[in-house]
């Protein structure tokens, strides 16, 4: 239960967050009488309720068509454990909430707001709140977005997402919302921004197969990249040469690349299916590869030469590299053994924090891709011939869910990652703040 405050947050302590948030309420105070409490209409713009906290309180409005929310800050601090590294609990709802996908940045690039999915009225839509305490802001309503979708604009002005066959850019301060491409009848996955801001990369699902999409921020032009005929995961822009997208194949081979244009199609590596590379990206402004060998190594593969080698031994999963390409982040499963970050070039290694999540996921036990019979013997076949992906598939127990794994992120200073957990029962959003090395 929620309480429903009337009176305006303290001038002193109030963040900015909510101070915006009370004065678009009143304003439109007079115009709205329905309040969306926990995922409920009711028909009185004011509803109190008994509160288990003091500090929990909710409101929503009607704006333009669209739910506006803002929530309690949600924020608990603690210490982990084991390594006594600070950890901030940013969400504390009985429904899943996670960042945005490990290979995106959750925080604005001045670090003082995080983006998170939620789905606490029902279905997957994006919130903001400040760091660390500060109020959640409601940002997207109506149809469900893509949960793993979102990219931050290079200015932090605006947030891209994917909704069905569409690609949609935020204005964050408004809520506006502008449709920056469509392919109807198609299923996106995550967005992949070009360094110079310019371009989005998506993977498409349609009647015609899989393939790469592109799309310009500002609206001027959206179409497919290249036609694939196996399913196509994660595209992304190389942070150095921005006119190549390196995306995956699944099952393998893997790692492909091809030109904005559509040109220079090709595979980075020949492997079978029981080679089980997963999860590549690019090493920051090294512009190389650097991927996983599931659930043995860590390893890069030089973008010019193909030469491959290997970073370190052990059970990586999840991966993601500073900007310059120094150390590598990551969780670890089979067994767990907590968020590690990863010098790139001695391989040496520190334990950051255990999220403890569930992990799930059965073909994670095996080092080899997940073919037909798997997908069957899960119960799986019928949600993934309709899938771009297992993160489309509400009930994936194969590869995931995917809410269940802590997919870590670093922050923009690089001094705290965020991640999900499901510890507690419920995905919520953490950030733990990096021990300084003495």
Same mark, same amino acid.
């Not at 003082?112 to 999915?117: A, F, G, H, P, S």
């Not at 279905?123 to 979102?150: M, V």
């Given at each position: 239960?929620f309480?429903?405050?009337q009176?305006?947050?303290n001038s002193?302590?109030?963040?900015?967050?909510?101070?915006?948030?009370?004065t678009?309420?009143?304003a439109?105070? *007079?115009r709205f009488?329905?309040?969306l409490i926990? #995922?409920?209409?009711?028909s009185?713009?004011s509803?109190?309720f008994s509160?288990f906290?003091?500090s929990?309180?909710?409101?929503s409005v009607?704006?333009? #068509?669209?739910a506006?929310?803002a929530?309690a800050?949600?924020?608990?601090?603690f !210490?982990d454990p084991?390594t006594?590294?600070?950890?901030?609990?940013?969400t504390?709802h009985?429904?899943i909430?996670?960042?945005?996908?490990?290979l995106?940045s959750?925080?604005?690039?001045?670090?003082?707001?995080?983006?998170?999915?939620?789905? !606490?009225? *029902?279905?997957?839509?994006?919130?903001?709140?400040?760091? &660390?305490d =500060?109020?959640?802001?409601q940002?997207?309503? =109506?149809d469900?977005?893509q949960?793993?979708s979102a990219v931050?604009?290079?200015?932090g002005?605006?947030v891209?997402?994917v909704?069905?066959? *569409?690609i949609?850019?935020?204005?964050?301060a408004?809520?506006r919302?502008?449709?920056?491409?469509?392919?109807?009848?198609?299923q996106l =996955?995550?967005?992949?921004?070009s360094?110079?801001g310019?371009w989005l990369?998506?993977?498409?699902k349609?009647?015609?197969g899989?393939g790469?999409?592109l799309?310009?921020?500002n609206?001027?032009?959206?179409?497919?990249v290249?036609?694939?005929?196996?399913t196509?995961i994660?595209?992304?822009?190389?942070?150095?040469?921005?006119e190549?997208?390196e995306?995956s194949?699944d099952?393998?081979?893997?790692?492909?690349?091809?030109?904005?244009?559509?040109?220079?199609l090709?595979?980075l590596?020949?492997?079978?299916?029981?080679e089980f590379i997963?999860?590549?990206?690019?090493? *920051?402004s090294?512009g190389d590869l650097v991927?996983?060998?599931?659930p043995?190594?860590?390893k890069r593969?030089d973008w010019?030469t193909?030469?491959i080698s290997?970073?370190?031994e052990?059970?990586?999963?999840?991966?993601t590299?500073?900007?310059?390409g120094?150390? +590598?982040?990551c969780?670890?499963?089979?067994?767990?053994?907590g968020i590690?970050?990863?010098d790139?070039?001695?391989? !040496?290694?520190?334990?950051i924090?255990y999220?403890?999540?569930?992990n799930?996921?059965?073909?994670w036990?095996?080092?080899?891709y997940?073919?037909?019979e798997d997908?069957?013997?899960?119960?799986?076949?019928?949600?993934?011939?309709?899938?771009?992906?297992?993160m489309?598939?509400a009930?994936?127990?194969?590869? =995931? &869910?995917q809410w269940?794994h802590?997919h870590?992120?670093f922050?923009?200073?690089e001094?705290k990652i965020?991640?999900?957990?499901?510890?507690? #029962?419920?995905t919520?959003?953490y +950030?733990?703040?990096?021990?300084?090395?003495?």
């Amino acid at each position: 239960m929620f309480q429903i405050l009337q009176r305006k947050p303290n001038s002193r302590d109030a963040t900015a967050a909510q101070k915006r948030d009370w004065t678009q309420i009143n304003a439109d105070k *007079g115009r709205f009488n329905q309040v969306l409490i926990c #995922g409920n209409l009711r028909s009185s713009a004011s509803h109190f309720f008994s509160a288990f906290s003091a500090s929990l309180w909710l409101i929503s409005v009607f704006l333009a #068509g669209a739910a506006v929310t803002a929530m309690a800050a949600e924020h608990k601090t603690f !210490r982990d454990p084991k390594t006594g590294a600070v950890i901030h609990q940013l969400t504390d709802h009985p429904s899943i909430n996670h960042p945005t996908y490990f290979l995106n940045s959750s925080f604005t690039p001045d670090g003082k707001v995080v983006i998170l999915t939620s789905y !606490r009225s *029902g279905s997957p839509q994006l919130y903001e709140k400040e760091y &660390p305490d =500060g109020t959640i802001r409601q940002l997207t309503s =109506g149809d469900a977005i893509q949960a793993f979708s979102a990219v931050m604009g290079r200015d932090g002005k605006e947030v891209f997402f994917v909704r069905k066959g *569409g690609i949609y850019a935020l204005e964050r301060a408004t809520r506006r919302e502008r449709r920056l491409a469509e392919f109807p009848g198609g299923q996106l =996955g995550e967005c992949s921004l070009s360094p110079d801001g310019r371009w989005l990369t998506a993977a498409l699902k349609d009647a015609q197969g899989s393939g790469v999409v592109l799309a310009a921020t500002n609206g001027s032009d959206w179409r497919v990249v290249t036609r694939f005929p196996r399913t196509i995961i994660h595209p992304q822009f190389h942070p150095l040469e921005p006119e190549w997208i390196e995306f995956s194949g699944d099952p393998a081979p893997r790692m492909h690349r091809v030109r904005r244009d559509g040109s220079g199609l090709e595979c980075l590596y020949q492997h079978s299916n029981d080679e089980f590379i997963v999860h590549e990206t690019f090493l *920051g402004s090294t512009g190389d590869l650097v991927f996983v060998v599931w659930p043995f190594a860590l390893k890069r593969m030089d973008w010019k030469t193909r030469r491959i080698s290997t970073i370190a031994e052990f059970n990586a999963w999840h991966i993601t590299p500073n900007r310059d390409g120094a150390m +590598v982040l990551c969780d670890t499963n089979h067994p767990d053994i907590g968020i590690q970050l990863i010098d790139a070039r001695t391989g !040496r290694r520190r334990t950051i924090c255990y999220p403890q999540s569930s992990n799930g996921g059965t073909q994670w036990k095996t080092s080899r891709y997940a073919v037909a019979e798997d997908w069957a013997a899960a119960a799986q076949q019928q949600e993934k011939s309709k899938a771009l992906s297992w993160m489309e598939m509400a009930t994936d127990r194969v590869y =995931g &869910p995917q809410w269940t794994h802590p997919h870590p992120s670093f922050s923009p200073d690089e001094r705290k990652i965020i991640y999900a957990s499901d510890v507690s #029962g419920h995905t919520q959003v953490y +950030v733990a703040e990096i021990p300084v090395q003495k």
